[in-house]
């Protein structure tokens, strides 16, 4: 079976969380999901579980950080095709997002730009070209 990972974040608003990630590119999964949880499905190994306050502290007795005011996670999301590192980031924006909470990065071979989403999270959306990537970053 092919490992598969889940991000567990939680909310303050599961309406505009979820609309934020569909831009993202993930499609909402009913069958897990409620009026509490959102789950998100990017990959067959790639999901993104949005979860109330409410809900993410019944897995947890930690409290809850802010992530607007403090960096807890920083997590890359690739794609096909450098132009489609735009498009998402765009349209993410116009979902609730903030565009470019970090600089934007281009080495060339790869190429990347951030968006953060309503909760403060941010995800950085990045293509890279396979092949010259396997050569290391120019200069080494």
């Given at each position: 079976?092919?490992k598969?990972?889940?991000?567990?974040?939680?909310?303050?608003?599961?309406?505009?969380?979820?609309?934020?990630?569909?831009?993202?590119?993930g499609?909402?999964?009913?069958?897990?999901?409620?009026?509490?949880?959102?789950?998100?499905?990017?990959?067959?190994?790639?999901?993104?579980?949005?979860?109330?306050?409410?809900?993410?502290a019944?897995?947890?007795?930690?409290?809850?950080?802010?992530?607007?005011?403090?960096?807890?996670?920083?997590?890359?999301?690739s794609?096909?095709?450098?132009?489609?590192?735009?498009?998402?980031?765009e349209?993410?924006a116009?979902?609730?997002?903030k565009?470019?909470?970090?600089?934007?990065?281009?080495?060339?071979?790869?190429?990347?730009?951030?968006?953060?989403?309503?909760?403060?999270?941010?995800?950085?959306?990045?293509?890279?070209?396979q092949?010259?990537?396997a050569?290391?970053?120019?200069?080494?």
């Open positions: 079976m092919e598969m990972i889940f991000v567990n974040l939680p909310v303050r608003d599961l309406t505009a969380a979820t609309s934020f990630y569909e831009a993202l590119g499609t909402r999964n009913p069958g897990f999901s409620d009026e509490q949880t959102s789950c998100m499905i990017f990959s067959g190994a790639i999901g993104v579980m949005l979860l109330t306050h409410e809900r993410y019944t897995f947890t007795s930690r409290p809850i950080g802010d992530a607007r005011t403090e960096s807890q996670t920083l997590i890359a999301l794609v096909e095709t450098r132009d489609e590192v735009d498009q998402i980031v349209k993410a116009h979902a609730g997002g565009a470019d909470p970090n600089p934007m990065q281009d080495h060339g071979f790869m190429y990347s730009r951030s968006v953060e989403d309503p909760d403060g999270y941010v995800w950085e959306i990045l293509w890279m070209d092949a010259a990537a050569g290391g970053p120019p200069g080494e």
